[in-house]
DNA sequence: CGAACAAGTCAATGGCGTTGACAAAAGTGT
DNA sequence: ACACTTTTGTCAACGCCATTGACTTGTTCG
């Protein structure tokens, strides 16, 4: 439950309800302070020295509204987590209403790749979750699922984006060196490799750098929900047939 | 390239062939304790001061191997992508093979989670991984995917199951009390969740703890396959399509 | 007003990756 | 066998990190 940071387990016990101490220091103002660090200097910036500093304030002074630093990166993840559903409106159609969520999803958590990574594997449980959870259960009820088919493909979907999402974030998070090693490995090592042992490398070789990252994603999100409609029509097909020899 | 360490960059200039120095320090016997630290005391054990201690050195003479530690997290990377392919056997069907394929990868990486979380985002470019590489490509083009498209698929069910894996392993590297909270979300606060403002969650809640990790990993895995068999048979009806009107 | 306590500061701890200087062992050429 | 070069393990140190305990200062409430 990390919340704000107010609450238990943090330096100096229980907080008032002021706004801010004689610092006008307060968990969101940290949180704010975060995100535009980690905008404006990568994920390797957010260092309590660095938050320290960017804040005019001494790096141990944040102990006093979070407990250690995981708890701070999931207050991050949280302020990130709710923009998802911000300005977000269900479309007409299941199918649009899911590609549209898990696409805003997406975006939402690689703009912000370091609190990513520290939360995709964990369950926040909070409002926001919930409200997303709800508009997935219903998108799959208005292709015609029944609850305990539509969990099942609540769960792919879920699985699917936060994983794809914790892979392209961690991605991310890597070195500038790794990451550009990584890249060259596509358009140069494997355009080498020897046709003799790798024959469908040395073919596929020219067309590996052309796929990107967005379409990658577009492409696989695209495949399951063809897989997850088409289902959804067998589904329905057998359903009025049983309707039909019941009659 | 980065091969097994030995090579360009590591201290001390190019190394002879020989098999190890005068305490049997091996690029293999690094890599070996290095998965035996990782699935004795997790992921945070993976520390150059601990892997000495471990294998009985100083933990600097590691950098006689390896040039730093993002080096020696490849070594361990690939290593496990060997072991997916060690007594592999493609199948007489592409999709068996694909599946097959992709299953037995998961269960490698979910049998090491410490050091599956460590290496799921990295492009390791060694053998291990272009024999795989060319195992998924030659399934494609069984398939009757030409390369310029075979390349997309093949990027989307690599980036598939090496994300699939990472959150899995995330989940399980949890510590005892996170994994557990976690847990307890689902079967109980979703459970409790109000009917009025949730209610295709209150719903679906009874069957969201009967979904199984194998069985969503399953049901994911068949979706995608069955949306590329889908395609390929469409690709291959065009095909003779115009070779119809071309006669 | 004064006691209680929150909130910021300071100094210090131990761990991390990494580096440079050094010593000993192993190969190499004569 | 000898001097040589190169490898390879060791040692001490640097700067960074998160985190902690002891302090000071400001705020707030009885």
């Known amino acids: 439950m990390a919340g704000t940071g107010t609450g238990t387990g943090v330096r100096g016990a229980r ?7 004689r610092s006008g220091l307060t968990p969101e103002r940290i949180v704010e302070g975060c995100i535009a660090l980690l905008d404006e200097h990568g994920p390797d910036a957010l260092t309590f020295r660095r938050i320290g500093g960017h804040l005019g304030v001494d790096p ?22 709710g923009r998802v559903l911000d ?14 969520m898990l696409t805003r999803n997406r975006l939402v958590y690689l703009a912000h790749p370091e609190a990513a990574v520290l939360s995709v594997a964990r369950t926040t449980r909070r409002a926001a979750e919930m409200a997303g959870v709800e508009i997935i259960l219903g ?19 879920v699985d699917f984006v936060l994983s794809w999402c914790g892979l392209e974030a961690a991605y991310l998070t890597l070195s500038q060196e790794a990451r550009s090693g990584d890249e060259n490995a596509w358009s140069r090592e494997y355009a080498g490799a020897p046709a003799d042992r790798y024959p469908h ?9 052309t796929v990107t990252e967005e ?26 047939e049983q309707r039909a020899t019941a009659e």
Chains 1, 2 share one sequence.
């Open 139 to 157: 998108a799959l009820a208005e292709a015609g699922f029944p609850p305990d088919e539509a969990v099942k493909y609540y769960r792919v979907l």
């Open 60 to 81: 141990t002074a944040l102990y006093r509204h979070f407990r250690d630093k995981d708890e701070l990166v999931l207050a991050v993840a949280d302020r990130l987590h």
């Open 15 to 21: 907080r008032r309800n002021t706004a801010g101490g």
């Open 201 to 209: 490398i040395a073919a596929a070789a020219p067309f590996l750098p």
């Open 215 to 240: 379409g990658n994603f577009a492409l696989a999100l695209e495949l399951l929900l063809d897989s997850v409609e088409l289902r959804a029509q067998r589904y329905a097909a057998t359903i009025g």
């Open 87 to 100: 300005d977000f409106e269900p479309s007409d159609h299941w199918r649009a209403t899911l590609q549209d």
